[in-house]
């Protein structure tokens, strides 16, 4: 007989297999009897210590030390105005305070699915920021922002094309004109304009 979690093994047959859980342990066991004597393997609760624990604990340590960082070694306040210490400690007591929030609610959940099309944010960030050292921000901010609607939010062509303008001239508009931050231009153009 072999007792195995079906929570965490899908699929399993019912034949051979007969399921059983401990979620208040958060442990799962595999007994299997062989000539009258029973083997057991615990995988224990480090096997629950995946990215629902560890990684917010990660950041709960960065955030804290966002917060020390940012009151002890830079100014909070300076001539009444927010000194180069404020969006550290605001940024981190919210991570901080979101990470203890991850930790404590992590018992409550079930253990997370993971699929390839989780990938696609972080590959279309990549993608965007290699092409903007190519070819420049704005040219690689219509790629990706047209890119993403027409092809992963399914969009038609022709929002697609208008909510990619509207970004895109929004951006440029408040950014590189009125706010005069320097984005850059790609090798591909400073090539061209020397």
């Known amino acids: 007989m072999i007792l195995i979690c079906k929570k ?24 299997a009897n062989k000539n009258g004597i029973q083997y057991t393997i615990s995988e224990g609760e480090a096997k629950q210590m995946t ?7 990660v950041t709960a340590i960065v955030g804290a030390a966002w917060v020390v960082l940012g009151l002890s070694h830079y100014s909070w306040y300076l001539n ?15 991570l901080l ?17 993971f699929f390839l ?6 590959i279309a960030a990549i993608g965007m920021i290699l ?14 922002a047209f890119g993403w609607l027409r092809w992963y939010e399914k969009y038609t062509w022709k929002i697609s094309i208008l ?16 706010l005069r931050v320097p984005f850059p231009v790609g090798i591909l153009f400073e090539g061209i304009l020397g």
């Not at 305070?97 to 699915?113: F, N, Q, T, V, Y």
């Not at 099309?117 to 972080?122: A, C, K, R, S, T």
């Not at 092409?131 to 901010?141: M, R, T």
Request: charged share 10%.
């Open 163 to 178: 909510t990619t303008a509207i970004a895109t001239v929004s951006m440029y508009g408040i950014f590189a004109v009125w």
């Open 117 to 122: 099309y989780h990938l696609h944010p972080l």
């Open 8 to 31: 965490y093994i899908p699929h399993i047959c019912p034949k051979c297999l007969q399921i059983g859980c401990s979620k208040k342990l958060l442990k799962f066991f595999l007994t």
């Open 51 to 57: 990215n629902r624990v560890i990684l917010p604990s």
């Open 131 to 144: 092409l903007a050292l190519i070819i420049g921000f704005f040219p690689a901010l219509v790629f990706y």
């Open 97 to 113: 305070a979101m990470s203890i929030l991850a930790i404590i609610s992590e018992g409550k959940k079930d253990p997370p699915e």
């Open 80 to 94: 009444g105005k927010p000194g180069s210490g404020f969006f550290p400690v605001i940024a981190g007591a919210l």
